[in-house]
């Protein structure tokens, strides 16, 4: 499954973040270092179903209606503060909770109500552009230590006869999440010498940085809009980088209220409906919240999630069945499943997806949509529904 972290600095409202998008109850409060172990858990991207181009909706559990909410891996990290990477604050245990994610979604304090440390100030006190980039640089900091660290290693094996930079440094970084075709692209980018034993600290400073841009690219989730001044979300929005406004508190309010049958509101919804079971406190609530998701597109939680998976890490979303007529599972379960899958995934890439079997003894696919088979190299496009044959 994919997997995304909430990284930040501590009191930005990670853990509301995660709670709002898993509905685990963790714990939240308003001072530093509340989480000190990871918290995972199961949230959803949400996509437009293919079953809206059918007569009927489908019945699948992670279909409402046309929104389709598809599973991904959520972990929620302790928070860090600058000097993390050499172990100030709780030092870098969080930073290895990154290593298996995918991509970071940082959440800041856009409302400027904390310091660098997480420690409340006054609304509008700090500048939370302070907090965007010490992110990348701990992280980063943090990787080429690692790379510093097995140096001598590298050196060690540049002896062999059979030495290949790309198989050896590949081999080092695997475990943060780097293929070799990433981390060869890498090596074309820098300029580097030839010999390890002539690499020098700034070498490994740029190639660490690139392979995090690479493994682990982040979209900021500027929170606590509803609190925050509105000048401070546009100066945000102006930065040459992915930024999403997102009101973790009001996301959890609405999935509260939704369960309890007060508002009709889904998750990644624009708005809500306000149900004639309210109180006058919690009219008032909900209709200031409408205000601030009228102004910012939504509470952004879904947002959030949704640009991590479909625009930086450039996700589609493919639904294999077994009766492409039907477009059904052997049961007559419509759309049971759906596959996020990088762009450029072929109909085999989705077979193994599905299981090694499936795709050990792929045949051909069929594209359900055309009720035509489909050629082996064919990119799947978001929403296509599959019919795999196989042998197994
Ligand atoms: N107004 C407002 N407050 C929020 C929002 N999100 C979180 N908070 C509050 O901010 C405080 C910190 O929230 P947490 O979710 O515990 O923050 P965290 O980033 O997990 O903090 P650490 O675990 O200490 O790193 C709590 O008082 C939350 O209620 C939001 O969108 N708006
Ligand atoms: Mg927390």
């Known amino acids: ?24 109850e963790v714990d939240v409060a ?17 996509t437009e179903c293919p079953c809206l181009e059918r007569d009927e909706r489908c019945n699948a559990d992670d279909c409402e209606d046309g929104k389709r909410y598809v599973p991904i891996e959520l972990i929620d990290v302790a928070g860090l503060v600058p000097g993390a990477h050499e172990g100030k604050g709780l030092g870098n245990q969080f930073l290895d909770e990154l290593t298996n994610a995918d991509v970071i979604v940082n959440v800041i304090d856009a409302s400027g109500g904390t310091n660098e440390k997480g420690e409340p ?3 509008g006190e700090h500048d939370p552009l302070e907090d965007i980039d010490f992110v990348e640089e701990e992280m980063d900091l943090w990787l080429a230590g690692i790379v510093e660290n097995n140096w001598e290693s590298v050196e060690r094996k540049s002896r062999s006869p059979d030495f290949d930079i790309d198989d050896v440094l590949a081999d080092m970084l695997s475990g943060f999440g780097a293929s070799p075709t990433q981390i060869a692209k890498v090596l074309r980018e820098l300029d580097y010498p030839a010999d390890p034993i002539q690499w ?31 000048e401070n979300v546009e100066k945000l929005l102006e930065l040459d980088k992915p930024v999403i406004p997102t009101t973790a508190e009001g996301e959890l309010a609405l999935r509260r209220a939704a369960e309890n049958g007060l508002v009709d509101y889904d ?21 200031g919240l409408r205000e601030t998701m009228t102004n910012w597109d939504g509470t952004g939680v879904q947002g959030a999630l ?50 090694s079997d499936i795709g050990d003894g792929y045949l051909h696919a069929v ?3 055309s009720s035509r088979e489909v050629s082996d190299e064919y990119e799947l496009e978001e929403g296509d529904v599959i019919k795999i044959v196989s042998t197994n």
């Not at 020098?200 to 690219?217: C, G, I, N, Q, W």
């Open 1 to 24: 499954m994919l997997s995304i972290a909430l990284a930040g600095k501590p009191n930005a409202g990670k853990s509301t973040f995660y709670t709002a998008a898993t509905m685990a």
């Open 30 to 46: 308003n001072y530093p270092f509340t989480t000190i172990d990871a918290n995972r858990g199961v949230s959803y991207v949400r």
């Open 121 to 123: 100030v006054d609304i």
């Open 200 to 230: 020098e600290d700034s070498h490994r400073e740029e190639l660490a940085r690139l392979v995090r841009e690479r493994t682990k690219p982040i979209v900021v989730a500027a929170n606590k809009i509803d609190v925050a001044p509105e």
């Open 267 to 287: 998750p990644g919804d624009k708005s809500l409906a306000i149900g004639d079971d309210v109180t006058d406190a919690q009219r008032e609530a909900l209709e």
């Open 306 to 355: 949704n640009y991590a998976v479909y625009d930086l890490l450039e996700h589609i979303t493919a639904y294999p069945v077994e009766d492409a007529a039907k477009w059904s599972d052997g049961s007559g379960n419509i759309l049971p499943d759906a596959f996020l899958l990088s762009d450029g995934s072929t109909p085999v890439d989705l077979a193994y997806a599905v299981h």
């Open 367 to 369: 594209n359900a949509k």
